[in-house]
């Protein structure tokens, strides 16, 4: 039988692993061992995490058009530990960028670019806008309202510049996003960029053991405290990586994952926004626009990227002190504090920007929506076609088609006819009764300069109309609802006698243009049964009947486009949609 170090030698014998290991624990550390030095190691666990975690979901991940978002939704709320896998790969791309920036800025400070460092430097510099990179074609992928938005802005801006349209569109895949857009951001984010990024950390790493590690010591003091990088480097650099693992852990616990937003829809006015680590270039579009844009989105990004590679070049101080690299320290501080400024106005400007804040709010209700209605299952036309597993999906699209120019239902509408938000409730009753013109109800429709004249219902201000006789009315317009309606909106008997009462006493004339018995017809719609679905499906059928509008109705004659069950839905959709507690 082999003994362990006749197995070592056979192995170290064929492979030379094993020597390369012990060569590599017995490498001396210049300056002796610190945690400053275990940059690399962090960004080198962090990426072998990123590409376990990034073999796992490619597993569940489908990169098409149709199916990415359905593909991430299953992933994130029905896979066990799903939102967790998601999440972590998330936030460990976060970690790639900070940590990227952090050891380009550590390396500035300690004088790690200078001669003859010219490669250890720059591709510190690449690594780290590799780790941007990464971290950007995968905020893509999942494929949602915001990373459409994203790609968008993006694009738009890499056509605006000079010879920048041919590379949008080979990006693009053509003039559209589609599955080609996808499929070339997928291959960028899981081959050409990690492909790269081992190609870079290796040539970096090699830079570290033929120069060694970084010190601000004198060359004699840096050799004086050099020690082997096992064990003492080793664990700083395990501590390192297990403090970062650590952080990740927790941060993907408290957020539980990371956002996911919903399809994009058609007539989405999601505002989207770049990633927190692009802010500022996004901010600098503010104060460059029409011919002047490539100053920000070329020249001034092109001049500071070429700032840093040349900085071996730029610093000609005679020693690494502090003191005699001011300049260039000076240099590459303007340049960061000039970063976070933007960043910090951007973020302010988004704070305070309500519109913006609306939007976001609605589209976070809208991916809480879809990612409930894709646990049923995703159609084959993936994205927005999630939506048909709503029941009331027909409903929806019927409304969108034949009513929302005209009206509102959930604040989302034209303003031409009615606003159905809040309908039927006490509030709306109220409102409409003390004045009919107003452009929620019936001031906003169009009429044509032959029309006849007509002034419609006249207002009910407070001093001819008090409150206490107000309510009463509507109680019993209520109750006129059907029993149905009435119990739903839990009707006040009492009240609605005494509003019945002041109806009949003819005491505001309320009598004198609407019939409240069925079938009789009057100068304004019979209110029997209104707010009701039988109410609501007559009107859509003929709203110009008899016992309706009449000659003064201005709405199509729906009866004669859409099906009763059609107009059924339409009823339905409008009652639920107006539901609201305490009504």
């Known amino acids: 039988m082999l003994s362990l170090q006749q197995l070592q030698a056979w192995v170290d014998q064929r492979t030379g692993a094993i020597s390369a290991f012990r060569q590599a624990a017995q490498r001396r550390v210049p300056g002796g061992a610190k945690l400053w030095n275990a940059f690399p190691s962090v960004l080198l666990f962090l990426f072998a995490q990123e590409v376990v975690l990034g073999i796992v979901m490619a597993m569940y991940y489908s990169p098409s058009a149709a199916g990415a978002w359905a593909s991430v939704a299953y992933l994130n709320d029905?896979?066990?530990?799903?939102?967790?896998?998601?999440?972590?790969?998330?936030?460990?791309?976060?970690?790639?960028?900070?940590?990227?920036?952090?050891?380009?800025?550590?390396?500035?400070?300690?004088?790690?670019?200078?001669?003859?460092?010219?490669?250890?430097?720059?591709?510190?510099?690449?690594?780290?806008?590799?780790?941007?990179?990464m971290a950007l074609s995968g905020s893509l992928l999942p494929w949602d309202e915001q990373a459409l938005g994203r790609i968008a802005v993006e694009t738009s801006i890499m056509a605006s510049v000079?010879?920048?349209?041919?590379?949008?569109?080979?990006?693009?895949?053509?003039?559209?996003?589609?599955?080609?857009?996808?499929?070339?951001?997928?291959?960028?984010?899981?081959?050409?960029?990690?492909?790269?990024?081992?190609?870079?950390?290796?040539?970096?790493?090699?830079?570290?053991?033929?120069?060694?590690?970084?010190?601000?010591?004198?060359?004699?003091?840096?050799?004086?405290?050099?020690?082997?990088?096992?064990?003492?480097?080793?664990?700083?650099?395990?501590?390192?990586?297990t403090l970062v693992g650590t952080v990740l852990l927790i941060a993907t616990v408290n957020t539980h994952g990371t956002e996911l937003f919903g399809p994009l829809v058609s007539g989405s006015k999601f505002q989207a926004r770049p990633e927190w680590y692009f802010l500022f270039l996004n901010q600098l579009l503010h104060y460059f626009e029409g011919p002047a844009q490539i100053i920000g989105t070329v020249i001034l990004p092109g001049a500071a990227v070429s700032f840093l590679v040349a900085l071996p070049w730029v610093d000609r101080a005679e020693s690494s002190s502090l003191k005699a690299r001011a300049p260039v320290l000076a240099g590459v501080g303007l340049l960061m504090a000039g970063i976070v400024t933007l960043s910090a106005i951007a973020v302010a400007r988004d704070h305070n920007d309500k519109e913006y804040n609306k939007g976001v709010a609605q589209a976070h209700k809208f991916a809480e929506y879809t990612r409930e209605l894709a646990k049923a299952g995703v159609l084959p036309e993936g994205g927005e076609a999630v939506l048909q597993n709503d029941p009331k999906y027909q409903a929806i699209t019927l409304f969108k088609e034949h009513c929302q120019n005209c009206h509102t239902v959930a604040g989302e509408g034209g303003s031409e006819a009615p606003d159905f938000s809040d309908y039927n409730s006490r509030a709306w009753l109220s409102a409409l009764i003390r004045n009919a013109q107003d452009p929620r109800f019936f001031g906003g429709i169009k009429r044509k300069p032959t029309d006849p004249k007509h002034e419609g219902m006249d207002p009910y201000p407070a001093k001819d109309l008090p409150d206490a006789d107000l309510k009463a009315l509507v109680e019993y317009c209520l109750s006129l609802s059907g029993e149905e309606a009435a119990k739903a909106a839990h009707v006040d008997a009492a009240l609605a006698k005494k509003g019945a009462d002041l109806?009949?006493?003819?005491?505001?004339?309320?009598?004198?243009?609407?019939?409240?018995?069925?079938?009789?017809?009057?100068?304004?719609?019979?209110?029997?049964?209104?707010?009701?679905?039988?109410?609501?499906?007559?009107?859509?059928?003929?709203?110009?009947?008899?016992?309706?509008?009449?000659?003064?109705?201005?709405?199509?004659?729906?009866?004669?486009?859409?099906?009763?069950?059609?107009?059924?839905?339409?009823?339905?959709?409008?009652?639920?949609?107006?539901?609201k507690p305490n009504n």
């Open 162 to 241: 000079p010879g920048g349209e041919p590379q949008r569109m080979l990006l693009v895949g053509g003039k559209e996003f589609g599955n080609f857009t996808l499929l070339r951001l997928y291959s960028f984010h899981v081959f050409v960029l990690p492909v790269l990024f081992t190609a870079l950390l290796l040539l970096h790493r090699r830079q570290v053991v033929r120069h060694g590690e970084v010190s601000s010591l004198s060359a004699d003091e840096a050799r004086a405290r050099a020690v082997r990088f096992f064990p003492h480097q080793l664990f700083w650099d395990v501590l390192a990586m």
């Open 503 to 579: 109806w009949e006493s003819g005491t505001y004339n309320c009598s004198d243009c609407h019939e409240v018995t069925e079938g009789e017809t009057g100068d304004a719609p019979n209110l029997f049964g209104h707010g009701s679905k039988a109410w609501l499906v007559k009107t859509i059928t003929n709203s110009s009947a008899n016992d309706l509008f009449g000659k003064d109705a201005k709405m199509p004659k729906f009866g004669q486009k859409l099906t009763p069950e059609q107009m059924g839905q339409l009823a339905d959709y409008i009652i639920e949609s107006a539901q």
């Open 78 to 133: 029905q896979v066990t530990l799903g939102w967790f896998l998601r999440g972590l790969h998330h936030h460990t791309s976060y970690a790639m960028v900070i940590v990227g920036a952090l050891y380009v800025g550590y390396l500035v400070i300690v004088g790690g670019y200078r001669r003859p460092r010219e490669v250890y430097w720059i591709s510190a510099v690449i690594i780290a806008l590799l780790c941007i990179g």
